[in-house]
Structures are given as C-alpha cells and as structure tokens.
C-alpha cells in the first residue's frame, strides 16, 4: 500500500519550512513540495528584519506587535548564527510625528513584548552623537535609538527545511503540485518536477495550502474550496548601495507620505534601502522594482543624509509580493500584517490555507496551524512549543558566540582568512566544519570561484542544502552574487550542472550526508 502522509504542504517559504519541522517534530509524518527554490518568492525577498514592527502600532495592531516581539528573542537565541542584535535610530523630523508620540511608541516597543537581552531604547543628540555625522547637519538633532534584530532570511528558510528534513520529513523542492483532489477521504496531490517534468502522486490526510502569492493559484488545481478570504499583493523593493556610513547602526526614516524606509548596513560593504509599499497586479514571479520605486527609495533617504543617493549608486536591487490578507484597507501601507488561517473540510478533508504572516511570527503561526489541525493529526499535541527551544540546524551556540567560533574556525584552519572564517561562521554556525573537513589548505577545498565561495562550499549547498543552481548559492544561500561577476556567476552555473545528477539524489539519509547534528 503506498505510504499516506499525516500532512503534505504545498510552499516551500518560510510558513511552509516552519508547519513542516514543527509537525515532524511531535511525530507526525510530513511531506512538502515547493515548485522552485525554498524561499524563492516571498521569503527571500523581505527587509532581512526580525522585527515587532514599530510602525504596525499606529495602526493599532497591538496583539501582531507583541506576538512579533516576543518572537524576536526566541528566534535570535534558536539561530544566533544568522540573526543578530542591530541598533536602529530614529531621528525626529520637525512637522511629521511628533516626539512625544515617537516616545510613547517605543516606550510600548520596550515593555510589552518581554525584551529579555535586547538593550533598550534610549535618546541620542543627533548634534553630538557618532550616529548623526551621516545626516543632514543642523536639520536632524534630537533621535532615539531602538533595539530590533537583523536576519538572513533566506538561510532561516533553508535551516528550518533542513532541521525538518532531519528529523523526516520528505522536502522536494523545483516540484509543483499540479492536481489536487480527493479519493476515499484521502488528499491525491500530483508533484510534476519541473526539471525532468516526471509526475508522481503523494497521499496525505491533512492539506496545508502555503503558497503565499500563488494562495490562490494552489486551490485552483482543484481542491474544490470556494475561499472565504482574499490574498492582496503588495509589492515591496529595495536597493542596495555601497556603504554610506562606517557605524554599525541602521536608520529608520520618516516620509512625508507617512510611510517609513530602512537604511541598513549590509554585507560588510554595502548599505540596504528599503521598502516601498504598492499594490502589485500580475504574475508574482515576475515582479521587479521599477524605476519609480528606485527614485523613491532614493529621494527618501536623501531627505535625510548629508550625501545624497542617487539611482547610478544602486548596485543590485530586488523585489517581493506580500501576500497579504485583504482586509479591505484603502492603502497598500495600511494592510494588516496578520495572518489569517482558512480551515476547509470540502467532503470532510481538511485543508488549511494561509494568508499573511511575516517572518518575525513564522513560528508561532506554525504553533497555531498545528492547533488548528489537531483533531485530523494523531501525533499533534496542541500547544507543546518545542520548537522555541530547539535550535536550527548551526544554531548550538551561545548568542554572543560568533566571534568565539570565528576565531576557532582560523585556529582549526589557519589557511583561512578572518573575513572567510565569519563568512562561514555566520552563514554554517557550529556546522561550518562539515563543508571544510580534513582540509589542510585552500587548495583541499578544491575550486574557487571567488568572493572565499569553493568547490566543498558548493558541494555542501548541493548535497544538504538543495541548491540546485548558481542562483540558489549567490543570491539566497548566500549573498556572494554582490561580490561576484555575471562570468564568474555563470562558471558556477557550469560547474554544478555538470555535477548535478551526482549530488541532486533524494536525501534518504540526510545525517549521515550532513555529517550528523552537532
């Protein structure tokens, strides 16, 4: 008898990887298929924040900035490797928001989330502080600095696949669900991988429609729901420019149309500007930042540093869709950030489609989708957690250790520079010397192709990490595409289509090929 799933996921971002380790790990059998890349839409595509969300309170989204808040901590402390503490200030702009109100937002932003480690806010004189040099002299001189978290988003997708790939689950991506229906009280999805376009069918009991903008799309392959709510996409852009300021803080600016911008040091040598907040219509996959969009990003930040930017400064730009639960709020800025979850039992099967959510709150929506679905999944137990206690794959570190583990990285293998130890550092955490190994130089890593990125390296991104193409390396595993030449980028394209029927075989025992859990 073929094998029956207890739940199968159709979207590989970061809801998708989140339901999926959460399930697995109270012991229920777990499938999920993602048509491209994990975290190839939505996910890889955001502010790389773990945030509250300081600018959802004026909107009065109290219980979304708590929950956001308190999530925080617990996801820096499960992956200190890839999220760390970052500083944000917030100079008060004369005619816009008031002080008094910026004051009594972060004030909330401080005491009703449970800040544990993160210092608080405090007031800085812009006139005097290291933190105002970059701004606009004499126009900016009072300000507050805040603590939130920086993230990178793509690899917190990845890891929450790969911990739930060790732990079981069945995670294929570059496959998409094609049919869905119903037999004998069973859910038949249709997986066509969109490679080698073979087909199969899995069976699964309980349905998770996580398909962030392609919500919609997933329940028109035929799971015969009628959805209640609605997706609304918005799209959101950034920028990226060479680096503005030497200090390690980042800006959150205020705009005149009442929207906000970050300015964020990114990458060691770059800044990230971002977001814009439009309604999108049209193929997701396709979405792209215009030029509009970059003028405003620009004209934004200007508005604040003494050094203008301009659009000839922008080196790579990138864009997103939110798929956002359509509220009915007249403006693209105002549309809730909460998640909505839509259970369907069309012919008494369940299926539950997601709508919103945001990075910052990805694990406690899988806590609550596995609430929802407890009565159709035997080896739910609601409300267990233990997912907030257990880190990501990298992650067994104190987090304060990255330093400690860079340093250790150059001891063990003294052919590595510091900036290569902190690149792997941060990126593998304490699974950094899976991919180096018996290594004695950096000729036994094999080829390099640039920017400290080796043949081990991409073998490891291969083998453990589903990458599967240049793109999935430079651009989401890593962000070493900044660094890289369009020739060099294409030589990696080469070299691992060359090598891929070897390393793409199905990871039937992912331990034994990422080394085991460390």
Not at 342 to 356: A, F, K, Q, R
Request: glycine share 8%; with cysteine; hydrophobic share 40%.
């Amino acid at each position: 008898m073929d094998r029956i799933f207890d739940l199968a996921i159709i979207g590989g971002g970061v809801n998708g990887c989140g339901i999926a380790r959460d399930a697995v790990g109270r012991g229920n059998s777990v499938f999920l298929c993602e048509m491209n890349d994990l975290a190839s839409g939505t996910s890889s595509w955001s502010t790389k924040l773990v945030h509250g969300g300081l600018r959802y309170l004026e909107y009065y989204e109290f219980r979304l900035v708590r929950e956001a808040l308190i999530e925080r901590e617990i996801l820096w402390q499960i992956a200190p490797h890839i999220i760390r503490p970052l500083r944000f200030v917030l100079p008060h702009h004369a005619g816009l928001r008031p002080a008094w109100l910026l004051r009594l937002g972060l004030f909330l932003y401080d005491h009703i989330g449970g800040r544990h480690l993160l210092p608080p806010t405090r007031s800085v004189d812009l006139s005097r502080d290291q933190v105002g040099k970059p701004l606009m002299p004499n126009r900016y001189t009072r300000g507050f600095e805040y603590s939130d978290c920086f993230v990178d988003d793509a690899r917190l997708v990845v890891l929450t696949a790969r911990d739930a790939a060790d732990r079981g689950a069945d995670i294929r991506t570059r496959s998409r669900a094609v049919e869905i229906r119903q037999v004998d009280g069973i859910w038949r999805v249709t997986v066509e991988n969109t490679l080698s376009h073979e087909r199969s069918t899995i069976s699964a009991r309980v349905l998770v429609n996580a398909g962030g903008p392609w919500v919609e799309d997933v329940l028109a392959a035929g799971a015969g729901v009628n959805a209640r709510a609605k997706v609304r996409l918005v799209q959101g852009s950034h920028i990226v420019v060479r680096k503005l300021y030497d200090h390690d803080r980042a800006y959150m600016f205020q705009n005149a149309d009442g929207r906000i911008i970050f300015v964020i040091p990114y990458q060691d040598d770059f800044t990230l500007i971002g977001t814009t907040d439009r309604d999108y219509h049209g193929d997701p996959a396709k979405v792209k930042a215009t030029p509009e969009e970059i003028e405003y990003l620009c004209a934004s930040a200007s508005e604040y540093l003494a050094k203008p930017v301009k659009p000839t400064d922008v080196v790579w730009t990138y864009s997103g869709v939110r798929p956002l639960y359509d509220d009915g709020a007249s403006e693209a800025k105002a549309a809730t950030r909460e998640y909505v979850l839509e259970l369907d039992t069309p012919g008494g099967v369940p299926l539950l489609s997601i709508y919103g959510g945001k990075i910052t709150t990805h694990r406690r929506l899988a806590e609550e989708v596995l609430e929802r679905l407890a009565p159709y999944l035997k080896g739910t137990k609601a409300r267990e957690g233990w997912t907030a206690k257990s880190p990501l794959p990298g992650g067994e570190l104190d987090v304060s250790a990255i330093p400690a583990l860079t340093a250790e990285l150059v001891r063990e293998y003294p052919f590595l520079t510091p900036a290569h130890a902190g690149r792997l550092a941060h990126a593998y955490g304490t699974r950094a010397g899976k991919l180096l190994g018996t290594a004695k130089s950096i000729a036994d890593l094999g080829q390099s192709f640039g920017a400290t990125l080796t043949e081990s390296e991409v073998r490891y991104l291969m083998s453990v990490e589903w990458a599967r193409t240049a793109e999935d390396v430079v651009w989401r595993r890593s962000k070493l595409g900044l660094r890289l030449s369009s020739d060099e980028i294409a030589a990696i394209d080469d070299w691992m289509a060359a090598r891929r029927p070897a390393l793409e075989t199905p990871l039937d025992n992912p331990l034994a090929e990422a080394g085991g859990r460390t």
